[in-house]
Structures are given as C-alpha cells and as structure tokens.
C-alpha cells in the first residue's frame, strides 16, 4: 500500500516533468482522488489515475515514460525509483466503471492546465461522484460527500441520479450499483443537502 500523501503541486510537477519527457500531444484526465486534490477538495491523494482517453496517446505515454525510467510495478501502473505510483486508464473507462461519453467531451471534464504537449483536465463532478459510487469504499463514500458540500450549487442531485443510472446499465453489475446510489442518497439525506 501507498503510504504516501500527494498533494497538488507534487502532481502538477510530475505531469511537468511527463510535459518534458514527450513529443506529442496527450491528453490526461484526472480522476479519482487525483482529481479531487487537482480540484482543490482534498489537500492529498494516496495514489495518481488518468483517464487518456484516445487509445493512441495512451499506448504512446506506456512506451515512452518507461524509456524515461518509469517502471511498470506489479499491481498495475508506473512508477520511478523513488516516486509514487500512477496508474492510466484508456478509453472511457475509469478503474473498472464504463463511463457514458467521452471525458475529452468539453462538459465531461474540468480543464486544468494546457502544457506544450499535454492538455490536463479532471472529470467533471457527476463522473467524478459516479466513479467512486460504484466502488463504494468508505473512503469514496467521504469523498463524494465532501464534493457535494463543497460543491452544492453545482451538482444537481436529480441529473447525478440521471447519470448514475445511465451508467450502471453500461457496467456489468448494473443492479447492485443501483443500491450504491440508494444508500448514498440516504447519506446526503442524513447530511441534510438533498434540496426539497
């Protein structure tokens, strides 16, 4: 396990020196608890995933970086020496959730930061919130609430619901991700910022 804590500039400083490393256009889209500490929600992340999702610029960053001394580790993903880990995804998939559209779609994801090669984004929120739903961690579960909270006037809880099942029909366990949302509603419920 990944005892490290990542702040923001750690991970804006990795992606800079990824910007140096490569010569062609790649876009990154950050997810997860990434995502989240790029966003300014949590202060750290224990661990760095990317959606790429263009199938040729993700295949393109698993043969350079490695020339650049990134090593492939067992439990998946990359890491230098002494660096953290980092994990890519390709396509429209984040983890193991399917997501509906395309994140390089302009509404599907939160522009970060145009470099010379690389174009950094964040999933937009409801992706965002869906892909930790489905995993449903206790840990996910906080984060998600916290971006609601911090959030709120930007998260319509009626189009998450939307989403969310839209989603699920797109992932093999479509009806057990239905109680996730559930038990999460009841949540935000309890929490008090679920709008009469």
Not at 19 to 27: P, R, T
Request: aromatic share 10%.
């Amino acid at each position: 396990m990944n005892n490290n804590k990542i702040d923001k500039s750690v991970i804006l400083n990795e992606i800079i020196a990824w910007d140096s490393i490569i010569g062609e256009k790649v876009n990154l889209i950050a997810c997860g608890g990434a995502a989240l500490t790029l966003l300014d929600v949590k202060e750290f992340t224990r661990d760095v995933h990317f959606v790429v999702p263009k199938a040729q610029e993700y295949h393109y960053l698993l043969k350079v970086l490695p020339r650049a001394g990134y090593k492939p580790i067992k439990s998946g993903g990359l890491k230098r020496e002494y660096g953290f880990k980092f994990e890519f995804f390709k396509g429209n998939t984040v983890d193991a959730t399917k997501l509906v559209h395309s994140p390089l779609k302009e509404d599907k994801h939160i522009k970060l930061k145009q470099f010379k090669y690389i174009y950094a984004g964040a999933l937009n929120f409801y992706d965002l919130i869906i892909s930790k739903l489905f995993k449903a961690s206790p840990a996910d579960i906080d984060d998600c609430l916290e971006l609601i909270k911090l959030k709120r006037e930007e998260i319509d809880v009626n189009k998450l619901k939307t989403h969310y099942l839209e989603t699920s029909k797109l992932n093999v366990s479509g009806k057990d991700l239905k109680k996730n949302l559930e038990s999460f509603l009841r949540v935000l419920g309890k929490a008090k910022l679920l709008k009469n």
